[in-house]
């Protein structure tokens, strides 16, 4: 059975930062991409980093890119995403997710989601 549980959310002010992160469990890590998505109230869910577990090679989204750092640490079988520099509209639930999609940016790819972290950031 595939778990993820995301953890590290919370309230931060602007220009603050916080680490995000996703235990995984029940997939064969290998083959799969791990993301980060967050939604906003109202809004769609949005893609903001994704990582290739076996290569480590990475993709954001342009609102986040010098801002957000993606990373995997295979011994734990952990994802994180560290988030630095942030801002109110960074407000959202973070889900973690988990796709046999090499880097990909869009939600009907990942097969696997975890329950989100709600981060806030006041200005």
């Known amino acids: 059975q595939v778990q993820l549980v995301e953890s590290g959310g919370g309230l931060v002010q602007a220009g603050g930062s916080l680490r995000l992160s996703c235990a995984a469990s029940?997939?064969?890590?290998?083959?799969?991409?791990m993301g980060w998505f967050r939604q906003a109230p109202g809004k769609e869910r949005e893609f903001v980093a994704v990582?290739?577990?076996?290569?480590?090679?990475?993709n954001y989204a342009d609102s986040v890119k010098g801002r957000f750092t993606i990373s995997r640490d295979k011994a734990k079988n952990t994802v994180y995403l560290q988030m630095n520099s942030l801002k109110p509209e960074d407000t959202a639930v973070y889900y973690c997710?988990?796709?046999?999609?090499?880097?990909?940016?869009?939600?009907?790819?990942?097969?696997?989601w975890g329950q989100g972290t709600q981060v806030t950031v006041s200005s």
């Open positions: 997710a988990a796709s046999r999609v090499y880097g990909s940016d869009s939600t009907a790819s990942y097969a696997y």
């Open positions: 990582i290739n577990w076996g290569s480590g090679s990475t």
């Open positions: 029940g997939i064969l890590f290998s083959y799969y991409a």
